[in-house]
């Protein structure tokens, strides 16, 4: 059974920052890639950033400079340190991790947590 626990999310004002957060767990997995995707209304949804096992960073270019993630192996848990957001940063963020098994790779998606840019 693969877990998550998301949090952060919320209301901001425009140029203002958040950071989430998520702990992901799985009983006989271990993690690999770990990361962020998001989901505006109407659109699909599109990675924002992924992080390796190693600490090799991804980032979608609209993000670039202003969103850094990170991850705490020992806690199996992934950052995601949002700065200067904007209107168009606004989405459900759901947090991603590759679980490995017997050799078998599993890609799963955690519940999402709003993210509102607004004045």
């Known amino acids: 059974q693969v877990q998550f626990v998301e949090s952060g999310g919320g209301l901001v004002q425009p140029g203002g920052s958040l950071r989430l957060s998520c702990a992901a767990s799985?009983?006989?997995?271990?993690?690999?890639?770990m990361g962020w995707y998001r989901q505006a209304p109407g659109k699909q949804r599109d990675l924002v950033a992924t992080?390796?096992?190693?600490?090799?960073?991804n980032y979608e270019d609209s993000v670039k400079g202003r969103f850094t993630i990170s991850r705490d192996n020992a806690k199996n848990t992934v950052y995601l340190q949002m700065n200067s957001l904007k209107s168009e940063d606004t989405a459900v963020y759901f947090c991603?991790?590759?679980?490995?098994?017997?050799?078998?790779?599993?890609?799963?998606w955690g519940q999402g947590t709003q993210v509102t840019v607004s004045s």
């Open positions: 991603y991790a590759r679980f490995y098994v017997g050799g078998v790779s599993i890609d799963s």
């Open positions: 992080i390796s096992e190693g600490g090799i960073t």
């Open positions: 799985g009983s006989r997995f271990s993690i690999g890639a």
